[in-house]
């Protein structure tokens, strides 16, 4: 295999398996606040698989020849990268639908060509994550739908989540075309099926109908559909605000790093126990 070729995959997978790690927090947060025990179940079954999902990617980057540890170690000194988007608080119980529908929405899109990326391990992951994601979609468009015909609070709550989580969720697909450094590369080895825009731009075609029979409003004053692409024109991504946050600046960055750092530390007993009775039972097999 190509050294550059691994490399590549190393970072892009390690990369998305952190973002699952990561990417429980926010939700996290609201196990212990969900409104109802219907809303608790589906929220916790949800950050389980958020789990899973990081637990398939971290194997699928291992079979390049990276350890677990290394990888976390990336993660935790600040070498390795996660999404942008999960440096932003999760503030109301709308919070939760709007991750649900446009972050794991997002996620979706940039996901479902993975399933046919040149490296067969990633590519088999992405097929039951994807199917996971898709129904993570669906129970926060439907946390959305309740509150955007609920009350007028409750609907106020949907339209200021759509608010804050519109512009960050857009950023998720990475820079511009123009300004990705590895795009066109990831291109030719199939890596990547489809470039940044491509998929923002299909991402903001299927979701500003939604928001409409959410009857809530999209916060791009720009937005408009253009007949002749066959797709809405939007407003400029604010990309100092992307930078900053992927330089480590986003709003709750430090909490983040903090968090999962602490788990990692408060877990050393899990995992020294676990490798005693692997080597216990092993000892026990050989005699
Ligand atoms: N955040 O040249 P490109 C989820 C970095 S999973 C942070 O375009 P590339 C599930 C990029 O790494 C969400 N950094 O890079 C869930 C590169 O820096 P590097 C994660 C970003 O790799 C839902 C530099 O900028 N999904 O949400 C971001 O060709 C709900 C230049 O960028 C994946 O990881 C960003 N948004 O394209 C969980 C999918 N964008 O590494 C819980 C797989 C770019 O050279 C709750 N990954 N950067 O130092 C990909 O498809 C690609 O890696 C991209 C970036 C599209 C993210």
């Keep these: 295999m190509p050294e550059a070729y691994r490399r590549t995959l190393t970072r892009q997978i390690s990369q998305h398996a952190h973002s699952e790690i990561v990417g429980m927090l926010p939700e996290g947060n609201w196990i212990t606040r969900a409104p109802s025990l219907r809303r608790k179940a589906i929220l916790l079954a ?16 291992e079979t390049l020849g990276t350890s677990r540890e290394e990888m976390i170690e990336a993660l935790h000194s600040g070498k390795a990268k996660y999404s942008t988007i999960f440096n932003y608080p999760t503030l109301t119980w709308a919070d939760i639908g709007a991750i649900g529908w446009l972050v794991d929405g997002a996620a979706i899109m940039n996901q479902v060509p993975l399933q046919r990326t040149s490296y067969g391990p990633y590519a088999r992951a992405m097929v039951r994550v994807c199917k996971e994601e898709s129904f993570h979609q669906r129970q926060g468009y439907e946390i959305m739908l309740a509150l955007a015909n609920g009350t007028a609070e409750q609907k106020r709550m949907a339209q200021d989540a759509l608010n804050r989580w519109w512009w960050p969720s857009l950023m998720m697909f ?18 990547k099926r489809e470039t940044n825009d491509e998929l923002r731009q299909k991402f903001v075609d299927i979701t500003v109908p939604q928001a409409d029979f959410l009857g809530l409003e999209v916060p791009d004053s720009d937005l408009k559909w253009n007949e002749e692409k066959g797709g809405y024109d939007f407003g400029e991504i604010d990309w100092e605000e992307f930078y900053a946050v992927v330089r480590g600046e986003g709003p709750v960055a430090k909490e983040r790093m903090k968090a999962r750092r602490d788990a990692w530390e408060n877990g050393a007993w899990v995992r020294e126990a676990a490798a005693a009775h692997e080597a216990k039972h092993r000892a026990r097999k050989a005699a």
């Design 174 to 191: 990475g820079p511009p075309d123009a300004d990705s450094p590895n795009t066109a590369q990831s291109m030719r080895w199939r890596i």
């Design 46 to 61: 949800k950050v389980q698989d958020e789990a899973g999902h990081g637990l398939y990617l971290y194997c699928a980057a």
